[in-house]
């Protein structure tokens, strides 16, 4: 299948300006783009005249727990104890299929603002897995590992099943493994996840720093020990204590922030100018829908932009949506030949986005990115002109909000 987007407008990379021109997409990657005006379209499969509209590389979204859509409101204007309280004695009520349709909705809602990956933390991960096969996003999920009632080897084994069905499915769906943190978590579990996951070499995600109070839970170097560090995406990190970066300098990670969660349950402001002149690589992510509430990763940008106000220029926040998760992962984050045809189409004449002119710092500044109009998956449509093409979004809904009642009632 090859195909061609003709008379563009793209920004191919976090540091480029837009310019006009042609995306060739062929067999789930870009084959490569080019500004020349005479195309010879009888090589094509499918053309598609996106004149007027905006192309950019999909973003990724670094930390969420997407089944949460289901509790989103529940608990707000709580503070971070008792609104985790809350959110613990509802999760227990959890079942597979609330997570299915729960996961389809959150996914919808990345999608629909320019998103084409995220990273996942939860339970029942399988019906994640399901969800995201059947909307077409991609992602990087893992089971959420805590130690903390005698039940850590049944959490670790699902974990290792999840692996087992669906890492590498389709290209699309990744599975690491993702100890909750480490005041959930023992030095003694971190060391056996971080074996397991240098066996079976994927990736793990941990909260790390979330509170102030961890400063004096757990220490870099204890942490440093177990191996937790390689191949590791950090979340929060708000309150990092004085080695943190010295530490993590060492080893791949990726951070991601999550500016508005942290504010929303009183937790601060992570140090993103402390962590960006330092070179670590960074990311944002909204965490859970209980806890921000909104999904769209653009917003999380345009805090950072704010925290960071005069000291930060576009490339560099644009490379925490694109270009630190894209390399983290792979191949992803930019419209160049090789990379994964993740692409998201935009239509960039709506009042937030104007004048053009000045289209790179409106996309950020506004906290969305544009009128999102067509999203592309693996060199695959999963969204077009408001409407999912693989998923009856008005029929989830109708399933999803019976689940969320059943929740509400027990
Ligand atoms: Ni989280």
């Not at 204007?77 to 997570?99: N, S």
């Not at 991960?125 to 992602?139: F, L, Y």
């Not at 793990?204 to 937790?228: F, N, P, Q, S, W």
């Not at 999963?382 to 029929?395: A, L, N, P, S």
């Amino acid at each position: 299948m090859k195909i061609l987007l003709k008379n563009v407008l793209m920004i191919s990379a976090y540091n480029a300006e837009p310019v006009k021109g042609n995306v060739i997409v062929e067999s789930g990657k870009i084959a490569g783009i080019n500004t020349c005006d005479c195309m010879e379209e009888d090589q094509f499969d499918e053309i598609e005249d996106l004149s007027g509209l905006l192309v950019i590389p999909g973003a990724m979204n670094t930390h969420t727990h997407v089944a949460m859509t289901l509790f989103r409101g529940f608990y707000d204007g709580l503070e971070m104890k008792r609104w985790l309280d809350g959110i613990l004695r509802a999760e227990t009520r959890l079942y597979d299929e609330a997570v299915y349709y729960a996961s389809l909705v959150g996914t919808a809602e990345m999608v629909r603002h320019g998103c084409t990956a995220f990273v996942d933390m939860y339970f029942f991960e399988d019906a994640v897995a399901r969800a995201v096969r059947d909307i077409g996003i991609r992602a990087y999920l893992t089971r959420g590992i805590v130690d903390v009632d005698g039940g850590l080897d049944k959490r670790i084994r699902e974990n290792m099943d999840i692996f087992e069905q669906w890492h590498g499915y389709d290209g699309r769906i990744w599975v690491g493994f993702g100890p909750h943190a480490p005041y959930t978590c023992s030095m003694k579990c971190l060391e056996k996840v971080a074996r397991i996951r240098e066996e079976l070499d994927t990736f793990v995600t941990i909260h790390l720093y979330e509170t102030a109070d961890e400063r004096c839970k757990y220490r870099m170097e204890d942490l440093e020990k177990t191996g937790i560090f390689e191949n590791a995406i950090l979340v929060h990190c708000v309150h990092p204590p004085e080695d943190f970066t010295e530490v993590v300098g060492k080893h791949r990670i990726l951070v991601s922030l999550n500016p508005a969660s942290n504010m929303k349950l009183g937790n601060g402001i992570p140090p993103f100018m402390e962590y960006l002149e330092k070179g670590i690589p960074l990311s944002v992510g909204t965490d859970g829908a209980a806890s921000n509430n909104s999904l769209n990763v653009w917003k999380e940008l345009y805090l950072c932009a704010l925290i960071a106000g005069d000291r930060v220029n576009l490339s560099e926040l644009f490379a925490m949506l694109w270009e630190m998760p894209g390399k983290f992962f792979g191949k992803l984050g930019r419209l160049q030949e090789g990379y994964e045809a993740d692409l998201v189409v935009i239509n960039p004449e709506v009042p937030e986005c104007v004048p053009l002119g000045s289209l790179r710092n409106n996309l950020v500044y506004s906290g969305i990115p544009g009128e999102v109009v067509y999203v592309m998956v693996k060199g695959e449509w999963i969204y077009r002109e408001g409407h999912f093409t693989k998923v009856d979004m008005k029929e989830v809904l109708k399933e999803f909000e019976k689940h969320v009642e059943r929740l509400r009632m027990h």
